[in-house]
């Protein structure tokens, strides 16, 4: 998060206002500094919720970590059970698929979320660093 035009580039901070933390775009591999027009997507796919987002490589580090929480009313997020986004789908969580496109590259990342008997199913991306 080393750019001077950041007026704050505190991991949480949205210096240009498009709904993406800094923390969330330095994972996705966008510029903090312009708004931008990409970040997850989910889409319904049989009875489940799709939730898909690039990752860049080198955000895969030990102070980084993913977590996908699901919500059925967008106020009640849950953390356990969530889903653990590791650095292969074998470390992730059940449900996680990672698409390694490369050794410097961009990974894509999607999660299946059953819908089960909930008539709404919604997910976000949390992203934590820690110093």
């Known amino acids: 998060f080393s750019s001077p ?14 709904g993406l933390d800094n923390g969330v775009e330095y994972v996705l591999g966008t510029d903090p500094r312009f708004t931008n027009q990409g970040g997850p997507t989910g889409s319904v796919v049989g009875t489940d919720l799709e939730f898909t987002f690039n990752r860049k ?10 977590l996908v929480q699901v919500s059925t009313n967008l106020t009640d997020w849950t953390t ?5 986004i590791g650095a292969t789908t074998g470390a992730s969580t059940a449900g996680v698929n990672v698409n390694e ?27 934590i660093v820690t110093p």
């Open 5 to 18: 035009a950041l007026s704050n580039q505190a991991a949480d901070a949205d210096p240009d206002e498009d």
């Open 57 to 66: 490589d080198s955000s895969e580090t030990v102070d980084v970590a993913l």
């Open 80 to 84: 356990i059970p969530g889903y653990s």
């Open 101 to 127: 496109a490369g050794p410097v590259s961009t990974d894509i990342i999607t999660v299946t979320i059953p819908k089960g008997s909930d008539t709404k199913k919604f997910a976000r991306l949390r992203v």
